[in-house]
């Protein structure tokens, strides 16, 4: 056999190869250099080989056209040692030609298995790849052809080039958590029919323009943890006009765009954001932004989801939503370093549905900003410095269904009608805020929906059955408060004992399959006080430690209390009845000073100095006594009825019913 078919025939068997200079000519140029085959460039060497005699094999549709794609690769895009493999089978020896037409068929024969490579799984009923930490170094080629999913996870890929264009049918490519670094402009120019690429978790810091110009069906571009500084190069996002989902969360980025001019009231249209107007899902969480993006979200008209959380927000203004943005839904600020809101600036987005504004440095409830927000139905201001939460705070909310406002270090005080208008309220999370020592009365009884209520790690000492609204909740979390286990939780301990006899009354098999309710086990409540009995759940206490019974002792203590406090109160009314100074002001012995107190009690009579006299005696000598009447000083008084004053004066003192003519003063 001459000896080119014999190196031939070893690479077909996949071992090591090098020419031999004594004999073959042919060859002789590649004596120096070993080239290390492995089992799928083998295959690749007989599928040239036959291809050029199509007439002398019996090939499968399938394996034809994998001959025809192979040959069809051009020298310039194979790596070094592939473009040798092809060189060397250039030897045109009858011989070598006549052992490759009788290899071929056997390789062919089981295409779908030798094209396979090692570490992977490959499906061709499904067109499935997957090759998920396979230490892979590059795309392999070798592949179906038709291959719809790749999975190429966890290997060391650095680059995609080279290797693209042999899979124009890729529906869903993943080569998350490789070594790529960067992505080149037409890199997906062939990939027409792909909808899903996920390129995370790789060492990306720059994306090329047009580098997607192809993905005209794309509908999701995941992009996240990477190192990516800049995406506002002009023609970025060009050929994405099907994508819906994109997500750039934990990079670099400050910004989406350049800044761009605006066209009378509407935004440029040839902003690099343009083609992304039927995006629905935007994430940006783990950024280094400022403030919102306003300038590309503009243009952003079909957005539902966008996530800001994990940047450096300090600032939410009237324009950071614009007005195109009415159709979000969902809003993540978490994280940022927000401490204030503009009262309009949630105006734009009328139907927004979840608004996560926790870890944040919001000192009080924005209710007025909040009050915009008609269609929300899940808020969470939790791990914010408020320190109180005021009458209606969550005004205007007649939609919210899930409040959260745990982990707030500043909480003290709850106003009992923060919750008035909120009637569509199911769900309630007051956890972690260590110094809420208290919870309001009758918080949730303007909640008739309200069915779960969290109320873990507070510095709660005792909750009154009053406070919850028991005959509808389903859910009730009482753990880690140093709750009192006295007589003011008794009602809590009388409704696990009874869950826990209507449980027992059941049959065994629905026993053993059930999961205890908050009422069984109180709430997951434990006892902090007395000291023996801390770290006890609350059900678990023994019933004198919760009862209400008092000891002879303390009724007959109680009762003397009160029969103390009873007679105190008789004495001091019965003091103050008999005219005791203590219940009536000092006066001065003046006469100005007594005739004024009289005129702040009692009516005033006409002025006369006969009234003021009467007013001195009656002061002196007559103490209170029966009403006084005084008349004119022209009239003429009865001797019976007339007394002397010091001064000579005449003071007239007849009872009402002597005459008409009389006045009366009491």
């Known amino acids: 056999m001459p000896a080119c078919s014999t190196s031939l025939k070893r690479q077909l068997d996949g071992l090591d190869i090098g020419c031999h200079q004594k004999t073959c000519r042919r060859c002789r140029k590649y004596r120096r250099k070993a080239i290390s085959f492995q089992p799928f460039l083998s295959l690749e060497i007989s599928s040239y080989s036959v291809a050029r005699n199509e007439e002398a094999s019996n090939l499968s549709p399938k394996a034809a056209l994998h001959t025809k794609q192979v040959v069809s690769m051009k020298n310039e895009q194979l790596p070094g040692s592939r473009r040798s493999s092809f060189q060397i089978a250039s030897c045109r020896s009858t011989g070598a030609m006549r052992v490759l037409w009788w290899l071929a068929p056997l390789f062919l024969g089981s295409l779908a298995g030798a094209m396979c490579p090692p570490r992977c799984e490959c499906d061709d009923a499904a067109l499935v790849v997957s090759c998920e930490d396979a230490q892979l170094e590059v795309l392999p080629i070798q592949l179906n052809p038709e291959v719809e999913t790749v999975r190429l996870r966890g290997n060391r890929i650095a680059s995609l080039e080279f290797s ?78 099907s ?28 902003s690099d954001c343009a083609p992304l107007r039927n995006l629905r899902t935007l994430i940006l969480d783990g950024n280094i932004f400022s403030f919102p993006p306003s300038n590309c979200l503009a243009h952003l008209d079909s957005l539902r989801q966008l996530g800001l959380a994990d940047n450096r927000l300090t600032f939410i203004g009237e324009e950071a939503f614009p007005a195109t943005m009415g159709e979000l839904q969902t809003l993540n600020l978490q994280g940022n370093q927000i401490a204030s809101l503009t009262p309009n600036c949630f105006s734009n987005l009328t139907k927004l549905q979840v608004l996560d504004l926790s870890d944040n440095n919001i000192t009080f409830v924005p209710t007025t900003s909040l009050a915009r927000l008609g269609a929300l139905q899940d808020l969470d201001l939790s791990g914010n410095p408020i320190s109180r939460i005021a009458p209606l705070a969550f005004q205007a909310l007649f939609e919210l269904r899930r409040l959260r406002v745990s982990r707030l270090s500043e909480l003290e005080h709850i106003d009992p009608r923060a919750l008035v208008e909120n009637v569509r309220l199911e769900e309630v999370r007051l956890e972690l805020c260590p110094r809420l020592k208290r919870l309001p009365p009758r918080l949730f009884h303007s909640n008739p929906l309200l069915t779960r209520v969290a109320l873990r790690g507070n510095a709660l000492q005792t909750i009154s059955a009053g406070d919850l609204p028991l005959r509808q909740l389903r859910f009730l979390a009482l753990a880690d408060n140093p709750l009192r286990c006295n007589c003011s939780l008794l009602w809590l301990w009388k409704l696990a004992r009874s869950s826990a006899q209507k449980l027992a009354s059941r049959n065994p098999p629905s026993y053993g399959n059930h999961t205890p309710t908050w009422a069984e086990t109180a709430g997951g409540a434990t006892c902090w006080e007395p000291v023996p009995l801390r770290g006890t759940p609350v059900y678990k206490a023994p019933e ?95 001797p019976e009825y007339e007394y002397a004053t010091t001064d000579g004066g005449l003071i007239s003192v007849k009872k009402p019913s002597t005459s008409n003519s009389l006045g009366v003063y009491v």
């Open 164 to 241: 693209m264009a042999f899979y124009t049918r890729l529906r869903s490519l993943d080569v998350s958590a490789n070594v790529l670094q960067n992505l080149g402009p037409g890199l997906f120019q062939d990939q027409r029919r792909l909808m899903e690429l996920n390129v995370s978790n790789n060492a990306i810091t720059m994306i090329s323009p047009e580098a997607f110009s192809g993905l005209t069906d794309l509908r999701a571009l995941d992009l996240s943890s990477n190192q990516i500084t800049s995406a506002s190069e002009g023609g970025v996002w060009k050929g994405l006009e």
């Open 243 to 270: 994508l819906w989902e994109l997500d750039l969360s934990h990079n670099r980025l400050d910004a989406l765009s350049a800044e761009v001019r605006r066209k009378s009231s509407r935004w440029d249209d040839d």
């Open 544 to 638: 004198e430690t919760v009862g209400c019974e008092a000891s002879w002792a303390t009724v007959l203590m109680v009762t003397g209390v009160v029969l103390s406090l009873f007679t105190l109160t008789c004495a001091i009314l019965f003091y103050c009845g008999g005219g005791g100074r203590w219940c009536r002001a000092e006066t001065t012995d003046t006469p100005s000073s007594r005739i004024n107190g009289i005129k702040e009690h009692y009516p005033q009579p006409p002025s006369s100095n006969m009234y003021h006299q009467h007013h001195l005696l009656h002061h002196h000598h007559m103490g209170l006594g029966p009403p006084h009447m005084w008349t004119d000083p022209d009239q003429v008084v009865p």
